[in-house]
Antibody, heavy 114, light 112 residues
Framework: QVNLLQSGAALVKPGASVKLSCKAS????????IHWVKQSHGKSLEWIGY????????NYNEKFKSKATLTVDKSTNTAYMELSRLTSEDSATYYC???????WGQGTLVTVSS | DIVMTQSPSSLAVSAGDKVTMSCKSS????????????LSWFQQKPGQSPKLLIS???TRETGVPDRFIGSGSGTDFTLTISSVQAEDLAVYYC????????FGGGTKLELK
């Protein structure tokens, strides 16, 4: 069965960067895009962008273009999202999800605090 | 950006009630090429990831109970739960994928 396993919660200092992971299993990794979605506490969902694991092609929401960098490691079926220059506005749960958004990871809580 | 507006923001229900919630988009989600509306509905329970219920405005995902009914076209869409069960208490989001994905603000289903 399809499974997306995300890395654990992260506590990071303002101005720092963090790299989140999303390990896929149960399907051919290169056949489906991986999307990333942000959910601030108690708020709705925001699409960050997607990556094509086969080609490495990325497409970002304009709002997150200078914030997020999406990469993959095909050898380990893992997608990554690096968030840079973190502020309190970046504190949120981040989800990875497969094409059509039918399968989701469990989410990674990122807390930005000194 | 395509803006998605959901109403109401919350709804108090009793088990067995018929529930209707609305989702409106700032532009049409109807693809003339594929003859489908690029609109999905998600259910999110506390502490859980969103779960895809319906895509293409009215196509239920495998395993989704038939009490969940999606309808509408163009810019106006509706999710109906024909007879609410206790396990349906959650937040429901609509999402468009006509252009880069955007989500509505959600409708929270609560117990009366």
């Amino acid at each position: 069965q399809v499974n997306l396993l995300q890395s654990g919660a992260a506590l990071v200092k303002p101005g720092a960067s963090v790299k989140l992971s999303c390990k896929a299993s149960g399907y051919t990794f290169t056949d489906y895009y991986i999307h990333w979605v942000k959910q601030s506490h108690g708020k709705s969902l925001e699409w960050i962008g997607y990556i094509n694991p086969n080609s490495g092609y990325t497409n970002y929401n304009e709002k997150f273009k200078s914030k997020a960098t999406l990469t993959v490691d095909k050898s380990t079926n893992t997608a990554y999202m690096e968030l840079s220059r973190l502020t309190s506005e970046d504190s949120a749960t981040y989800y990875c999800t497969r094409s059509e958004l039918a399968y989701w990871g469990q989410g990674t809580l990122v807390t930005v605090s000194s | 950006d395509i803006v998605m507006t959901q109403s109401p923001s919350s709804l108090a229900v009793s088990a067995g009630d018929k529930v209707t919630m609305s989702c409106k988009s700032s532009q049409s989600l109807l693809s003339s090429e594929y003859q489908g509306n690029y609109l999905s509905w998600f259910q999110q329970k506390p502490g859980q990831s969103p779960k895809l219920l319906i895509s293409l405005a009215s196509t239920r995902e495998t395993g989704v109970p038939d009490r969940f009914i999606g309808s509408g076209s163009g810019t106006d869409f509706t999710l109906t739960i024909s007879s609410v069960q206790a396990e349906d208490l959650a937040v429901y989001y609509c999402e468009q994928y006509y252009s880069y994905p955007t989500f509505g603000g959600g409708t929270k289903l609560e117990l009366k």
